[in-house]
């Protein structure tokens, strides 16, 4: 739960409303986003698919969430709908956190080339990229007075990691999407950006296969030589999301303790 999170607490997002997808569970970056935007006074809604429902709803119950709308990400009549409800509930939006990706875990291990179907290729650029776009085209309309977006990617956009395979490719096009939407929202006064987490223990990596190998990898080769927290992403969320986070659009900020940033580890050069 929240409680479970060191997160500080405050007033810097009162009288501003926003909207989370994809919180699955406590283990969530989603719900450490949320946890923290709650812990400085936001007021969410929470969207949800019908089998997480049962998850869903007492997480969000527990930080003060009363808004629940379910969305169904391919499906444009749910999110109609969806929409529908978050304008009457809230009238207008002042952020969106958007932490939605999906694939067939039995096609992100050993060969790209190989293992790559068509279909789930499709379906995992539909979910986790496309998700991306077609949520800000509904979002901006209810932000008449500006507002600020975030999306959930991982360095697999960048550089090849193993298993991780069409994830990658759908997650380096959720990357570019969010720099054409940061450019055409900018004059409405909409930021756009991006956060690549580093490995976290989530529902997510537990569909890659070798997932506890990344996080104890990334703790071994990042430069903190420490493992990525949850509430150091929500913290950068907090500020992409606030109004501290202004003239920042467009960008993909690293939260994964500096692994990024090497090239060559120590013991590899050794």
């Known amino acids: 739960m929240a409680d479970d999170l060191n997160l500080p607490k405050g007033d810097l997002m009162k009288g501003k409303k926003g909207l989370i997808m994809g919180v699955a569970n406590h283990n969530s970056i ?5 946890s923290q935007l709650a812990a400085q006074g936001a007021e969410l809604a929470f969207s949800y698919i019908e089998a997480m429902e049962r998850r869903v709803k007492p997480l969000g119950e527990s930080i003060g ?28 939006l002042d952020f969106v956190v958007h932490a939605i990706a ?12 190989e293992n790559t ?5 499709l379906m995992s650029m539909n979910i986790s990229a496309y998700s991306f776009v077609d949520v800000a085209r509904r979002a901006e309309k209810l932000m008449p007075n500006g507002g600020s977006m975030i999306t959930l990617t991982y360095l697999g956009s960048e550089r090849v990691i193993p298993n991780y395979n069409v994830m990658g490719v759908a997650k380096a096009a959720l990357e570019a999407a969010t720099r054409y939407i940061a450019r055409d929202l900018g004059p409405k006064k909409i ?23 990344m996080i104890a ?8 030589k420490e493992d990525t927290s949850v509430e150091g992403v929500a913290g950068c969320a907090l500020w992409l999301l606030s109004d501290l986070g202004r003239s ?23």
């Open 30 to 34: 989603a719900w450490g986003i949320a």
């Open 65 to 92: 969430v009363k808004v629940f709308v379910p969305a169904e990400v391919t499906d444009d009549a749910s999110m109609d709908q969806a929409f529908a409800t978050l304008e009457k509930e809230f009238g207008t």
């Open 102 to 113: 999906f694939s067939d875990k039995n096609e992100l291990r050993g060969s790209f080339v």
């Open 117 to 121: 179907t068509r279909d789930n290729f």
């Open 191 to 213: 930021r756009v950006n991006a956060i690549s987490a580093g490995a976290i223990r989530t529902l997510s990596l537990a569909g890659i296969q070798d997932g506890r190998k």
């Open 217 to 224: 990898q990334g703790r071994q080769f990042s430069a903190l």
């Open 248 to 270: 920042t659009t467009g960008e993909v900020i690293h939260v994964d303790a500096g692994f990024h940033m090497i090239g060559l580890p120590d013991e590899a050069a050794e």
